[in-house]
């Protein structure tokens, strides 16, 4: 896949995919990576993350959307990608249908926190 082709698919108006379609649209590197597993995988372990994001303080941007819709995609199966910007500091990561045909959840975090630890 190529830039163009995913920014197109982060066609959705929230702000984890605006703030992703930005990143990208300014440059900033992506991957996406082989193989897909089901949607609860990820979403058991992205629930995890999301409420230690939240006691840290950390800021995110669509975490607890993306957990939901990563719950009701059930076993679906899923890839996984990113985008990492480098300023401000922020790493997106991305769900995609197996056959990366649609960005099903976008996370943004905020990595500032880890640089002021």
């Known amino acids: 896949m190529d830039r163009a082709q995913l920014i197109a698919l982060l066609d959705h108006q929230d702000d984890a995919y605006q703030a992703c379609r930005a990143a990208l649209t300014g440059g900033s590197p ?17 629930r995890v993350r999301e409420i230690h994001t939240r006691e840290k303080g950390i800021p995110t941007v669509g975490f607890a959307q993306a957990v939901e819709a ?6 679906q199966p899923l890839q996984v990608g990113n985008v ?27 990595q500032q926190h880890h640089s002021r630890r």
């Open 70 to 75: 990563l719950y009701a995609l059930g076993e």
């Open 84 to 110: 990492e910007l480098a300023e401000p500091p922020y790493y997106f990561q991305l769900f995609f249908s197996a056959e990366t045909s649609a960005v099903v959840a976008c996370i943004g975090v905020d």
């Open 30 to 46: 992506f991957k996406i990576f082989d193989g897909s597993l089901p949607a609860s995988h990820f979403a058991d372990i992205y």
